[in-house]
C-alpha cells in the first residue's frame, strides 16, 4: 500500500512518501478501508514535530499520521456487522492518532459510519464528520447543552470550531457565536458554516459588548481561555478543547470559577470517546445528519499523498481558511 510517513521529528520535509507497505488486514472488531481521503489536522503537524514524544503511548518514527479517513469498506474483521464490503464509510482514529495518510486503513468498527447513498462527498466527510460528531460528544456529555442556550465557539473556522455551530443548531441552540484573529474575518465573513455571527477575538468587551453565553468551545487556550470567563453567565460551562494558542504555561484561576459560579472543562476526544464507547454511535449518525443537512459545509482541498509536505507547511502557517484532505496517488 501507500503511505506517508513522518521518519523523524522536525519540520515537514520529515515526510516521505512510501509505496511499497504491505497491506494490512483487520483483526476482530476492525474494518480495513480502501481509503479515498485522509484528513489533514492541526494534531497531525502536533505529532509530526515531536510535541507529545515523551508521553506515553505517543508515535514514535517511522509512523503514518492521521486519524481520520474516508473510502470504502475493503475487508471485515470477525464480529462486524451492520458494514458491508463496498460500503462508503468514514472512520475516526483507533486511538492511536496515526495510520490515516495511507491506501488502506484499519479502523474500529464502532467508529466507523457508513455515508452509503448520502450525497456527501467524501473529501466533505472526511473533514466534517468526525469533528461534528466529536462537537456533538462535548455538547451533550460534558457541556451538556440545554435547547435555547447560547453557544461560543473560538477559533470558529478551524477543524474542530467548524463541527460545533451545525451541531449545537440541530440540538436547538438560541444562537451561535464564532471568534477569529483579525486575519480570518474575511473569511469568516464568506463561510457557510451556521454561525449567527463571528467577531474579532482579540477584544472581546467591544466586540460582544454586553452579550454572554452559557457555553463557550476554546480549542485555542491562553488569554483567550481567561477573558473568556467575563462573557459568561454564572453557571455558563467554558470546554477547554485543545491549546492552538501554544501557550502551555497559561493557567485559569480557580477562585475566578467560584466567585463567577462559573465551570471550565476539559474535552479530549483521544481521551474522552475510549472511556465512554456507548455514545459514539449516536455521535456519529448526529454528525452524517448534520452534514448531509448542509450544516456543516466548509471549503476543502485534495491534495495527493505526494504534497503532504505542501499540506504541513499550509497547516504550519495557518495559511488556510477552510479544510485540506490528502489523496492516494493513481
Known amino acids: 500500500m501507500q503511505a506517508v510517513q513522518a521518519t523523524q521529528f522536525g519540520d515537514p520535509a520529515t515526510l516521505e512518501l512510501v509505496t511499497d507497505l504491505p497491506d494490512p488486514t483487520p483483526g476482530p472488531g476492525e474494518i480495513a478501508i480502501d481509503v479515498s ?4 489536522g492541526l494534531i497531525d503537524v502536533f505529532f509530526r514535530q515531536g510535541r507529545y514524544k515523551d508521553q506515553p503511548g505517543m508515535p514514535q518514527p517511522p509512523f503514518v499520521p492521521g486519524l481520520e479517513v474516508a473510502g470504502t469498506a475493503r475487508a471485515l474483521g470477525d464480529g462486524v456487522t451492520g458494514l458491508t464490503v463496498g ?26 459510519v ?44 478551524g477543524g474542530l470550531s467548524a463541527g460545533f455551530p451545525g451541531v449545537a443548531k440541530q440540538l436547538g441552540a438560541g ?15 464568506a463561510t457557510k458554516l451556521p454561525y449567527d455571527r463571528i467577531v474579532d477575538s482579540t477584544d472581546l468587551h467591544s466586540a460582544l459588548g454586553d452579550e454572554k453565553f452559557d457555553v463557550v468551545i476554546d480549542p485555542v487556550g491562553g488569554t483567550l481561555r481567561t477573558q473568556s470567563l467575563d462573557v459568561m453567565f454564572p453557571g455558563s460551562r467554558l470546554i477547554a478543547a485543545g491549546n492552538a494558542s501554544d501557550d502551555w504555561g497559561h493557567q485559569v484561576d480557580t477562585n475566578q470559577l467560584w466567585f463567577r459560579s462559573v465551570t ?41 499523498f505526494s504534497q503532504a509536505v505542501t499540506a504541513h507547511q499550509r497547516m504550519e502557517s495557518r495559511d488556510l481558511d477552510g479544510r485540506i484532505a490528502l489523496t492516494p496517488e493513481a
Open 37 to 40: 481521503h485522509s484528513a489533514v
Open 87 to 112: 460500503e462508503q464509510v468514514v472512520a475516526l482514529s483507533a486511538g492511536t492518532g496515526t495510520g490515516g495518510y495511507a491506501s488502506v486503513y484499519i479502523a474500529k468498527a464502532a467508529l466507523t
Open 114 to 157: 457508513s455515508i452509503e447513498e448520502r450525497g456527501i462527498d467524501p473529501a466533505l466527510a472526511v473533514s466534517v464528520i468526525p469533528n461534528a460528531a466529536m462537537a456533538h460528544v462535548a455538547l451533550t456529555q460534558v457541556a451538556h447543552l440545554v435547547e435555547g442556550e447560547r453557544v461560543l465557539v473560538h477559533g470558529a473556522l
Open 175 to 189: 444562537r451561535v457565536v464564532g471568534t477569529v484573529r483579525p486575519g480570518k474575518l474575511a473569511a469568516a465573513a
Open 264 to 304: 471550565v472543562s476539559g474535552y479530549n476526544a483521544g481521551a474522552f470517546l475510549p472511556a465512554h464507547p456507548q455514545v459514539v454511535p449516536a455521535a456519529l449518525a448526529a454528525a452524517v445528519e448534520a452534514t448531509a443537512a448542509g450544516l456543516a459545509d466548509t471549503d476543502v482541498e485534495v491534495l495527493p
